[in-house]
Protein backbone atom coordinates (compact mmCIF):
# COMPACT_ATOMS: atom_id res chain seq x y z
CA UNK A 1 0.00 0.00 0.00
CA UNK A 2 1.30 3.37 -1.14
CA UNK A 3 2.15 6.13 1.57
CA UNK A 4 -1.23 7.99 2.56
CA UNK A 5 -0.97 11.90 1.27
CA UNK A 6 -1.25 14.76 3.35
CA UNK A 7 -4.16 16.88 3.65
CA UNK A 8 -1.70 19.93 2.38
CA UNK A 9 -0.58 17.43 -0.48
CA UNK A 10 -3.99 16.21 -1.18
CA UNK A 11 -5.33 19.83 -1.87
CA UNK A 12 -2.53 20.63 -3.84
CA UNK A 13 -3.24 17.68 -6.19
CA UNK A 14 -7.09 19.57 -6.75
CA UNK A 15 -5.29 22.62 -7.53
CA UNK A 16 -3.28 21.15 -9.78
CA UNK A 17 -5.74 19.73 -11.48
CA UNK A 18 -6.70 16.50 -10.40
CA UNK A 19 -9.90 15.40 -9.49
CA UNK A 20 -11.02 13.90 -6.01
CA UNK A 21 -14.37 11.67 -5.99
CA UNK A 22 -16.32 10.44 -3.08
CA UNK A 23 -19.69 10.00 -0.98
CA UNK A 24 -21.60 11.80 1.59
CA UNK A 25 -21.88 9.28 4.37
CA UNK A 26 -25.73 9.66 5.88
CA UNK A 27 -26.62 6.26 7.52
CA UNK A 28 -24.71 6.44 11.02
CA UNK A 29 -23.16 2.65 9.94
CA UNK A 30 -19.32 2.26 10.81
CA UNK A 31 -19.42 -0.68 8.74
CA UNK A 32 -21.13 0.61 5.68
CA UNK A 33 -18.36 3.86 6.08
CA UNK A 34 -15.71 1.02 6.12
CA UNK A 35 -16.80 -0.87 3.09
CA UNK A 36 -17.29 2.17 1.45
CA UNK A 37 -13.74 3.36 2.49
CA UNK A 38 -12.76 -0.38 0.49
CA UNK A 39 -13.96 0.71 -2.45
CA UNK A 40 -11.65 3.52 -4.33
CA UNK A 41 -13.05 7.10 -3.51
CA UNK A 42 -10.62 9.20 -2.75
CA UNK A 43 -12.76 10.85 0.16
CA UNK A 44 -16.03 9.97 2.31
CA UNK A 45 -17.81 13.01 4.21
CA UNK A 46 -19.78 12.09 7.78
CA UNK A 47 -23.01 14.30 7.51
CA UNK A 48 -23.57 15.19 10.72
CA UNK A 49 -25.90 17.95 9.53
CA UNK A 50 -28.69 15.68 8.04
CA UNK A 51 -27.19 12.30 9.44
CA UNK A 52 -28.41 10.84 13.16
CA UNK A 53 -24.99 10.08 14.40
CA UNK A 54 -23.54 11.96 17.36
CA UNK A 55 -19.93 11.81 18.37
CA UNK A 56 -19.75 8.81 19.90
CA UNK A 57 -20.81 7.04 16.24
CA UNK A 58 -18.86 9.72 14.20
CA UNK A 59 -15.78 8.13 16.29
CA UNK A 60 -16.27 5.01 15.40
CA UNK A 61 -17.03 6.06 11.64
CA UNK A 62 -13.85 8.22 11.32
CA UNK A 63 -12.32 5.13 12.64
CA UNK A 64 -13.65 3.06 10.09
CA UNK A 65 -13.03 5.17 6.89
CA UNK A 66 -9.44 5.62 8.19
CA UNK A 67 -9.11 1.88 7.68
CA UNK A 68 -9.67 2.06 4.09
CA UNK A 69 -7.22 4.78 3.74
CA UNK A 70 -9.48 7.36 1.86
CA UNK A 71 -10.02 10.84 3.39
CA UNK A 72 -11.98 11.86 6.04
CA UNK A 73 -14.31 14.78 5.93
CA UNK A 74 -17.47 16.04 8.25
CA UNK A 75 -20.37 18.52 7.64
CA UNK A 76 -20.93 20.09 10.86
CA UNK A 77 -23.72 21.63 11.98
CA UNK A 78 -23.09 25.50 10.46
CA UNK A 79 -19.82 28.61 11.08
CA UNK A 80 -21.67 28.27 14.88
CA UNK A 81 -20.60 24.60 15.54
CA UNK A 82 -17.40 24.91 17.78
CA UNK A 83 -17.95 21.89 19.20
CA UNK A 84 -18.90 20.10 16.50
CA UNK A 85 -15.83 21.61 14.07
CA UNK A 86 -13.22 20.35 17.56
CA UNK A 87 -14.63 17.04 18.13
CA UNK A 88 -14.41 15.98 14.09
CA UNK A 89 -11.12 17.35 14.02
CA UNK A 90 -10.04 16.04 17.14
CA UNK A 91 -11.32 12.95 16.65
CA UNK A 92 -9.14 12.17 13.47
CA UNK A 93 -10.98 14.02 10.39
CA UNK A 94 -8.91 15.30 7.69
CA UNK A 95 -11.25 18.39 7.04
CA UNK A 96 -14.29 20.05 7.70
CA UNK A 97 -17.51 21.40 5.42
CA UNK A 98 -19.23 24.21 6.99
CA UNK A 99 -22.83 24.40 5.79
CA UNK A 100 -25.00 27.86 5.53
CA UNK A 101 -22.35 30.38 5.12
CA UNK A 102 -23.82 33.53 4.44
CA UNK A 103 -21.05 36.11 5.54
CA UNK A 104 -17.60 36.76 5.18
CA UNK A 105 -18.03 37.15 8.96
CA UNK A 106 -19.35 33.56 9.56
CA UNK A 107 -16.78 32.22 7.29
CA UNK A 108 -14.05 33.85 9.34
CA UNK A 109 -15.37 32.22 11.94
CA UNK A 110 -15.48 28.80 11.11
CA UNK A 111 -11.96 28.63 9.89
CA UNK A 112 -10.98 30.47 12.84
CA UNK A 113 -12.74 27.23 14.58
CA UNK A 114 -10.68 24.73 12.38
CA UNK A 115 -7.55 26.65 12.62
CA UNK A 116 -4.89 26.71 15.57
CA UNK A 117 -3.43 29.71 16.98
CA UNK A 118 -1.71 32.04 15.67
CA UNK A 119 -4.20 31.71 12.20
CA UNK A 120 -7.14 30.52 14.65
CA UNK A 121 -8.62 29.48 17.96
CA UNK A 122 -9.11 26.22 17.77
CA UNK A 123 -8.26 24.15 21.38
CA UNK A 124 -5.49 22.40 21.64
CA UNK A 125 -5.67 19.22 23.91
CA UNK A 126 -3.46 15.98 23.94
CA UNK A 127 -3.89 13.05 23.65
CA UNK A 128 -6.44 12.97 20.56
CA UNK A 129 -6.78 10.42 18.05
CA UNK A 130 -5.68 13.45 15.46
CA UNK A 131 -2.72 12.91 17.37
CA UNK A 132 -1.33 9.06 17.76
CA UNK A 133 0.59 8.81 14.44
CA UNK A 134 2.81 11.90 14.97
CA UNK A 135 2.27 13.36 18.57
CA UNK A 136 1.32 16.35 19.77
CA UNK A 137 3.65 18.56 18.53
CA UNK A 138 4.15 16.77 15.44
CA UNK A 139 0.31 16.60 14.40
CA UNK A 140 0.00 20.43 15.55
CA UNK A 141 2.85 21.95 13.89
CA UNK A 142 1.26 21.29 10.84
CA UNK A 143 -2.50 20.84 10.95
CA UNK A 144 -2.98 24.40 9.95
CA UNK A 145 -1.74 23.18 6.50
CA UNK A 146 -3.11 19.84 6.57
CA UNK A 147 -6.54 20.33 7.76
CA UNK A 148 -8.90 20.67 4.76
CA UNK A 149 -11.61 23.91 5.28
CA UNK A 150 -14.59 23.67 2.99
CA UNK A 151 -17.54 26.14 3.23
CA UNK A 152 -20.71 25.41 1.64
CA UNK A 153 -22.11 28.12 -1.16
CA UNK A 154 -25.79 27.33 -0.89
CA UNK A 155 -27.63 30.96 -0.53
CA UNK A 156 -28.16 33.69 -2.28
CA UNK A 157 -26.43 35.75 -0.03
CA UNK A 158 -23.71 33.74 0.09
CA UNK A 159 -23.25 34.37 -3.45
CA UNK A 160 -23.94 38.20 -2.46
CA UNK A 161 -20.53 38.29 -0.84
CA UNK A 162 -18.73 35.21 -2.45
CA UNK A 163 -15.71 37.62 -3.91
CA UNK A 164 -14.81 38.54 0.30
CA UNK A 165 -15.61 35.11 1.25
CA UNK A 166 -13.14 33.37 -1.72
CA UNK A 167 -10.64 35.82 -0.58
CA UNK A 168 -10.15 34.61 3.28
CA UNK A 169 -6.97 33.46 4.40
CA UNK A 170 -7.83 29.89 5.35
CA UNK A 171 -10.52 28.88 2.73
CA UNK A 172 -9.74 25.67 0.90
CA UNK A 173 -12.60 25.05 -1.19
CA UNK A 174 -16.21 26.38 -1.55
CA UNK A 175 -18.51 23.52 -2.10
CA UNK A 176 -21.47 23.92 -4.27
CA UNK A 177 -24.74 23.09 -3.02
CA UNK A 178 -27.39 23.49 -5.61
CA UNK A 179 -30.14 22.05 -4.32
CA UNK A 180 -30.46 24.44 -1.25
CA UNK A 181 -29.29 27.53 -3.84
CA UNK A 182 -31.88 26.77 -5.70
CA UNK A 183 -34.70 26.88 -2.81
CA UNK A 184 -32.73 29.61 -1.47
CA UNK A 185 -32.97 31.80 -5.08
CA UNK A 186 -36.91 31.00 -5.38
CA UNK A 187 -35.84 28.90 -8.97
CA UNK A 188 -38.31 25.51 -7.20
CA UNK A 189 -41.14 27.96 -7.57
CA UNK A 190 -40.10 29.81 -11.02
CA UNK A 191 -39.37 26.23 -12.81
CA UNK A 192 -40.87 22.74 -13.41
CA UNK A 193 -38.19 20.23 -11.98
CA UNK A 194 -35.54 19.37 -13.22
CA UNK A 195 -34.76 22.71 -15.10
CA UNK A 196 -34.01 24.90 -12.41
CA UNK A 197 -30.59 23.01 -12.15
CA UNK A 198 -29.77 24.26 -16.09
CA UNK A 199 -31.41 27.69 -15.34
CA UNK A 200 -29.97 30.62 -16.33
CA UNK A 201 -30.16 32.11 -12.83
CA UNK A 202 -28.33 29.41 -11.01
CA UNK A 203 -25.69 29.55 -13.89
CA UNK A 204 -25.07 33.12 -13.09
CA UNK A 205 -24.83 32.52 -9.44
CA UNK A 206 -22.16 29.18 -10.81
CA UNK A 207 -19.93 31.48 -12.77
CA UNK A 208 -19.96 34.03 -10.16
CA UNK A 209 -18.66 31.28 -7.81
CA UNK A 210 -16.08 30.16 -10.08
CA UNK A 211 -14.70 33.70 -11.12
CA UNK A 212 -14.13 34.24 -7.08
CA UNK A 213 -12.57 30.95 -6.55
CA UNK A 214 -10.36 31.00 -9.54
CA UNK A 215 -8.81 34.17 -8.40
CA UNK A 216 -7.96 33.19 -4.73
CA UNK A 217 -6.33 29.78 -6.16
CA UNK A 218 -9.31 27.99 -3.85
CA UNK A 219 -10.64 24.75 -4.99
CA UNK A 220 -14.25 24.24 -6.17
CA UNK A 221 -16.34 21.07 -4.82
CA UNK A 222 -20.18 20.01 -6.16
CA UNK A 223 -22.60 17.68 -4.31
CA UNK A 224 -23.90 15.62 -7.80
CA UNK A 225 -26.40 12.58 -7.78
CA UNK A 226 -24.73 10.40 -9.99
CA UNK A 227 -22.07 10.97 -12.48
CA UNK A 228 -24.25 12.20 -15.38
CA UNK A 229 -23.06 16.15 -14.70
CA UNK A 230 -19.55 15.35 -13.52
CA UNK A 231 -17.87 16.08 -17.20
CA UNK A 232 -19.43 18.89 -17.36
CA UNK A 233 -18.41 20.30 -14.13
CA UNK A 234 -14.57 19.66 -14.48
CA UNK A 235 -14.36 21.47 -17.81
CA UNK A 236 -15.93 24.47 -15.41
CA UNK A 237 -13.06 23.76 -12.89
CA UNK A 238 -14.51 21.82 -10.20
CA UNK A 239 -11.85 19.15 -8.75
CA UNK A 240 -14.11 17.70 -5.39
CA UNK A 241 -16.87 15.86 -6.15
CA UNK A 242 -19.20 13.96 -4.44
CA UNK A 243 -21.62 11.78 -6.63
CA UNK A 244 -24.24 10.77 -4.17
CA UNK A 245 -24.58 9.70 -0.34
CA UNK A 246 -24.46 5.83 0.95
CA UNK A 247 -28.21 5.67 1.20
CA UNK A 248 -28.65 7.04 -2.71
CA UNK A 249 -26.21 4.46 -3.47
CA UNK A 250 -28.11 1.86 -1.72
CA UNK A 251 -30.99 2.59 -3.43
CA UNK A 252 -29.64 2.71 -6.95
CA UNK A 253 -27.89 -0.43 -6.69
CA UNK A 254 -31.34 -1.76 -5.48
CA UNK A 255 -33.34 -0.57 -8.05
CA UNK A 256 -31.03 -1.77 -10.60
CA UNK A 257 -31.13 -4.97 -9.36
CA UNK A 258 -34.99 -4.62 -9.33
CA UNK A 259 -35.43 -3.66 -12.35
CA UNK A 260 -33.12 -6.82 -13.77
CA UNK A 261 -35.97 -9.10 -11.58
CA UNK A 262 -38.73 -7.50 -13.42
CA UNK A 263 -37.47 -8.46 -16.94
CA UNK A 264 -36.48 -12.01 -15.86
CA UNK A 265 -39.63 -13.31 -13.74
CA UNK A 266 -42.47 -11.97 -15.73
CA UNK A 267 -44.91 -12.34 -13.45
CA UNK A 268 -43.00 -10.45 -10.53
CA UNK A 269 -43.20 -6.76 -9.84
CA UNK A 270 -41.73 -4.34 -7.62
CA UNK A 271 -44.17 -2.92 -4.90
CA UNK A 272 -46.03 -0.37 -5.15
CA UNK A 273 -45.16 1.67 -2.34
CA UNK A 274 -41.42 1.45 -3.66
CA UNK A 275 -39.89 4.97 -3.74
CA UNK A 276 -37.90 3.84 -7.05
Known sequence: MSEAVSGAQFKQQMRDGHPKMGLFLNSHSPTVAEQLAHTGYDWLLVDSQHGPMGYEKLSAMLCAIASGGAKSMVRVAGAHDRAGI????????????????????????????????????????????????????????????????????????????????????????????QNDLCMSMGLYVKYEFPHMYTSPELLEATNKLIAAAQQNNVILGIFLFGTARVGEFLEKGFRFFSVGNDLHHILTQAGAHIGALEGIASNWKRRPTALL
Open 86 to 177: QQALDLGADGILVPYINTAEEAAHAISCAKYPMAGTRSVYFPQRSMNKAGLLGYAGSANDNVIVALQVETADCITNIEAIAALPGVDMLFLG
